[in-house]
């Protein structure tokens, strides 16, 4: 699987839009990119995932560069329940497959 | 459903007890897996399942046996509990194939080896 690189913090002010990057300069053609968030030491929770073309969902919205070696998590909203951290994976889709979560981007939103 | 159960949600042993973490899934999941979490760290994968059966060896396997008897149940073994054990302990579960993006995740078992 592909290394990722995140920044490990950022601020962000609550109901502006939070943009988290991701550095993949690594990535191979068969893999997505996947975010999930971890809630202060809850287990990790999904948030969205694409291959090439940017995805939104009611969560987040996924803007994958043309190159595919970086890509941004938006929140368009951030809420003080946002704080978190979170962590974007590259990885295959694939039976048996798992992630590998790296130290991730720790989230604070500010009232 | 309940989805990902853990037990027990925190624990303190002693060097050299041993135990057992249980972890339970109700979404009839063919494959689960354990994580461990230390401090501001990511989370290391430490053995995984792709049915029942069926286990393998993750990044950090030493001092930890699986099991695989039923689709639901995953419970993780501390052969002989040490003090670098000591850390948070997640269980997952996911569909295998393309609807394997999600992983649903357990509240966690926190563990002090004392």
């Known amino acids: 699987d592909a290394k990722t690189t995140q920044p490990p913090s950022m601020d962000c002010a609550e109901g502006r839009a939070a943009n988290l990057p991701c550095n993949h300069s690594?990535?191979?053609?068969?893999?997505?990119v996947y975010w999930y968030r971890q809630i202060h030491s809850q287990g990790p929770q999904y948030i969205i995932h694409?291959?090439?073309n940017n995805e939104t969902n009611e969560m987040a919205s996924l803007i994958i560069t043309e190159d595919r070696k970086s890509s941004t998590l938006i929140l368009p909203h951030a809420t003080l329940r946002d704080t978190a951290v979170y962590y974007c994976?590259?990885?295959?889709?694939?039976?048996?497959?798992?992630?590998?979560f790296g130290p991730g981007t720790r989230l604070s939103v500010l009232p | 459903n309940a989805g990902v159960t853990q037990t027990p949600k925190f624990q303190v042993l002693k060097t050299g007890q041993s135990m057992t973490l249980q972890c339970a899934q109700d979404?009839?999941?063919?494959?689960m897996s354990w994580y461990r979490q230390d401090p501001g760290m990511g989370l290391r994968l430490i053995h995984y399942?792709?049915?029942?059966?069926?286990?393998d060896q993750g990044e950090v396997p030493n001092g930890y046996n699986v099991s695989r008897s039923t689709t639901e149940d995953f419970p993780l073994r501390l052969l002989s509990a040490a003090p670098s054990q000591t850390s948070v302990y997640f269980c997952?579960?996911?569909?295998?194939?393309?609807?394997?993006?999600?992983?649903?995740f357990g509240p966690g078992t926190r563990l002090t080896v004392t």
């Open positions: 997952a579960s996911s569909s295998p194939g393309v609807s394997s993006y999600e992983q649903y």
């Open positions: 690594t990535i191979s053609g068969n893999e997505y």
């Open positions: 694409g291959l090439k």
């Open positions: 994976i590259v990885r295959v889709v694939n039976y048996g497959q798992n992630f590998v």
């Open positions: 979404m009839n999941h063919e494959y």
């Open positions: 399942s792709v049915g029942a059966g069926i286990t």
